[in-house]
């Protein structure tokens, strides 16, 4: 299997695992109105895809646009805009780590936190401008969107604090594909 079959393959298994992790996070979420929390492994997924692939592993967020406005009542062309526009800026945080390995994020507790804080507060951040910019307030939709996500934050960092360890999960698919065919050679 080549480079690109492999990544095609691994990106639309992601693709569908966020997918399923949002539908049921959305779908508990109203299930469950009075729990005061709102749990999905989506953006969990999307950073391991990011990891694994880099800019391109953000277009895993997009599965989460899809399963939220699935479950969206008044859909309306701003709310896909807001969606579509915050979900995508995570392809930003592979950028702004590039100086950094993957295998020095994952390794270093403390960058491996700022990745995964930052993937988040980019969706958060975005979010509340672009619905600013639609006209709704600013501080108020980043503190509902902070308090709406922030178990999902912290249930994924401690998940992918205990998966970082798994040899082969959390690495450079591009490079561990190379070192694998040179091994085999």
Known sequence: MSLNEYKRLD??????????????????????????FYLSFSMMITIIAMLRWGVVGGIVSISTVVATLIFTPELRVSIVVIHLLSYSSVMLIPIIFRKRSVYEIVSTTWRFMLYIVTTFGIVMVVYSIVASLMGYPFLEILVLIFSRQLFSLLMSYIVLLIIRHQKELLVDMTIYFNEDKETKK
């Open 11 to 36: 990106l639309t298994l992601m693709l569908v695992l966020a997918f399923v992790a949002e539908i049921m996070g959305q779908y508990l979420h109203i299930k469950l109105p009075g729990a005061g």
